[in-house]
């Protein structure tokens, strides 16, 4: 059985950092296509970032605009890991976030979407004070 649990998260002043972890158990983290969501009170959940790897040491990387530059995924194969390196927080960065998986790998990535993920941790939140 596919768990994903994440960790991380907590309070932190603007131009602050924090490092989201995913642990995940029940299946190999490289072979998953996975993905960070946010989502704040009273919006629809955003797709942050996303990655997958090709063959045997190629990942590809996605973000969304608002956290380009900002915020890097990465895996730890070792660990089994997901991350989300968050830097430069803005109060707007807000949300519950939550770490995606999916046994399907895209031919193409259109965008970071939640329809694309079938496995979903429980979340834990990120507030960024100003």
């Known amino acids: 059985q596919v768990q994903l649990v994440e960790s991380g998260g907590g309070s932190v002043q603007a131009g602050g950092s924090l490092r989201l972890s995913c642990a995940v158990s029940g299946y190999i983290a490289s072979r998953f296509y996975m993905g960070w969501f946010r989502q704040a009170p009273g919006k629809e959940r955003e797709g942050v970032a996303s990655?997958?790897?090709?063959?045997?040491?190629?990942?590809?990387?996605y973000y969304a605009e608002s956290v380009k530059g900002r915020f890097t995924i990465s895996q730890d194969s070792a660990k089994n890991t997901l991350y989300l390196q968050m830097s430069s927080l803005k109060p707007e960065d807000t949300a519950m976030y939550y770490c995606?998986?999916?046994?399907?790998?895209?031919?193409?990535?259109?965008?970071?979407?939640?329809?694309?993920?079938?496995?979903w941790g429980q979340g834990t939140q990120v507030t960024v004070s100003s």
């Open positions: 990655i997958y790897l090709r063959g045997v040491s190629t990942y590809y990387t």
């Open positions: 995606a998986a999916d046994r399907r790998i895209p031919s193409t990535v259109q965008g970071i979407r939640a329809a694309d993920f079938g496995y």
